[in-house]
């Protein structure tokens, strides 16, 4: 909340548009793991539920192997091709900015991928069950980014992209290398990283798993990160500012019920692994009480939402109610879906959200330009195909699946 305001009173809302699908677009590669992380979330958790601290090593040490040696190589691959890439053409801006993009990218993309490579540090707290860790990291890292754009709005006054981009990118590889030293040495010493951990023919187990989650994962990407180059190609950078408005303001949501969710997903693996059934069951009624009670406050940021944009970005920039009702819709079907699959990924269960998230990543830049351009809803368009696609990849058949698993009916497709 206190770094829109700060970022766009830096950049402009023509500026501001073009980071935030700037951000948007590069973001696509880090989510590029082959499902590395979640491979070994569950993998390093079915380990350290045994007490097998030799078999976690092997798996953190080939993890951090496998994946730096592939970001090493994806960062070496765009470094060939970026100078044949018009970026002011791709972000639909001027090009004047040619230069700077071009230097941009190649900066902010390299410290993304550095940073991806640290943040496998994540998986590792996840599996040990100590989430409350990763909020505090990532609390450090937006104070960070709020500290570093006070000092620029402050003393530099409105500047250049280049700033931004270099500066917010990086400050979680700050915090991650800082923290990887000190877990490392401490809570994680027995499961920390080694070279002579390194063992190859535990890939398999990673990767096989990890392959599922990373299709999943491609196919999330194309359903919630294209909103802002679809926006910018049909409209402008500037329309991607209000739409990133609106949903930065009721993403608080989501943001908040994954304070809660994400401790359940390694538990799940734990329970599900000891047939701790009815732990299972109750777990889940009481997250969808909470779903109930965030679906009614999302319903109030709706009704408040003209009078919050006011105070928290000014009068500036006109938020249409429409997408605003949108990015409600969107964000109480997102919080059901979130649900089920939480506990689908934690058991390793995915096959079938496997299947339906390629369907849903095939149509979901069609369905949104369809929405957006021939229903004539401008953003709220784009929003409503993501929509779309979120009933289909899981609304209705994750609970399905959950019922049978938990009633043990379950059999082909949904028990895999």
């Known amino acids: 909340m206190l770094i829109v305001p700060l970022t766009l009173g830096y950049l402009g809302p023509e500026e501001y548009g073009i980071w935030m699908t700037l951000s948007s677009v590069l973001t696509w590669f880090t989510y590029l793991d082959l499902g590395i992380g979640n491979g070994l979330r569950v993998k390093l958790a079915e380990a350290l539920a045994g007490s097998d601290f030799n078999k976690g090593k092997i798996y953190v040490s080939t993890s951090y192997a496998l994946f730096g040696g592939g970001m090493l190589v994806l960062f070496l691959i765009f470094l060939i091709i970026n100078p044949f890439l018009d970026w002011t053409f791709l972000l639909n801006t001027s090009s004047g900015l040619k ?25 590792i707290i996840s599996a040990d069950q100590r989430t409350s860790i990763t909020g505090a990291l990532n609390l450090a890292v937006h104070l960070l980014i709020i500290l570093f754009l006070f000092i620029l709005t402050r003393y530099i006054g409105r500047g250049s992209l280049l700033d931004v981009g270099v500066g917010v990118s990086i400050m979680p590889v700050i915090v991650y290398l800082i923290a990887g030293y000190i877990f490392f040495r401490t809570i994680f010493k027995k499961i920390s990283p080694s070279f002579r951990m390194i063992d190859f023919k535990y890939s398999k187990d990673l ?17 919630f990160s294209t909103d802002n180059m679809i926006i910018a190609q049909l409209f402008s950078p500037s329309e991607v500012t209000v739409y990133n408005i609106a949903y930065k303001y009721f993403y608080l949501v989501p943001m908040l019920f994954g304070i809660f969710l994400n401790p359940l997903l390694p538990a799940y693996t734990e329970a599900f692994a000891t047939n701790d059934i009815n732990w299972i069951k109750k777990v889940t009624n009481k997250t969808l009480k909470v779903w109930m009670l965030l679906s009614a406050g999302v319903v109030f940021m709706l009704l408040a939402s003209g009078i919050v944009y006011s105070i928290w970005i000014g009068k500036g920039i006109n938020i249409p109610f429409g997408l605003s009702a949108a990015m409600a819709v969107f964000v109480i079907i997102n919080n059901w879906n979130n649900i089920f699959a939480y506990f689908l990924n934690g058991i390793g269960k995915i096959r079938l ?40 990849s899981g609304s209705i058949w994750a609970p399905l699946q959950y019922k049978k698993i938990i009633s043990g009916k379950a059999s082909g497709i949904w028990n895999k």
């Open 99 to 123: 230069n700077e993009l071009s230097a941009l990218v190649v900066w902010v993309f390299g410290l993304f991928l550095f940073q991806f490579v640290l943040k496998l540090l994540t998986y």
């Open 353 to 392: 959200q496997f299947y339906l998230s390629i369907i849903s990543a095939v149509i979901n830049i069609p369905v949104s330009v369809f929405f957006a351009k021939y229903f004539n809803m401008g953003a709220a368009g784009v929003i409503t195909g993501t929509i779309f696609c979120l009933l289909i």
């Open 207 to 223: 990767l096989f798993l990890g392959g599922q989650f990373f299709v999943i994962q491609a196919a999330g990407l194309i359903v």
